[in-house]
Nanobody, 114 residues
Framework: VQLQASGGGLVQAGGSLRLSCAAS????????MGWYRQAPGKQRELVAT???????NYKDSVKGRFTISGDNAKNTVYLQMNSLKPEDTAVYYC?????????WGQGTQVTVSS
């Protein structure tokens, strides 16, 4: 399974970004995808996940600001990030959960300036 993430960048506080992650390869047992992030000196943490059935889960601090969505036909997951804060600055990683294994994308940098 290969994951191609895109959409990171530099934005001012209060701005928006949209991340995308497309899965390809042996994904016939894909059941969920999600976004995680890792800031310098901190552990990687869950941001949001979505199952193929549409159930979502969010980190408390992003609820109401971030929205995760998926396109099952394209095996793609999106993360719409609004009202960004400097503390959202991190490398964002896409993750795909399949029966038997999990896969990580290469990471995309999100930097929010104050």
């Amino acid at each position: 399974v290969q994951l191609q993430a895109s959409g990171g960048g530099l934005v001012q506080a209060g701005g928006s970004l949209r991340l995308s992650c497309a899965a390809s390869g042996n994904i016939f047992r894909l059941y969920a995808m999600g976004w995680y992030r890792q800031a310098p000196g901190k552990q990687r943490e869950l941001v949001a996940t979505i199952t193929r059935g549409g159930s979502t889960n969010y980190k408390d601090s992003v609820k109401g600001r971030f929205t995760i969505s998926g396109d099952n036909a394209k095996n793609t997951v999106y993360l719409q990030m609004n009202s960004l804060k400097p503390e959202d600055t991190a490398v964002y990683y896409c993750k795909a959960n399949t029966v038997g294994a999990d896969y990580w994308g290469q990471g995309t940098q999100v930097t929010v300036s104050s």
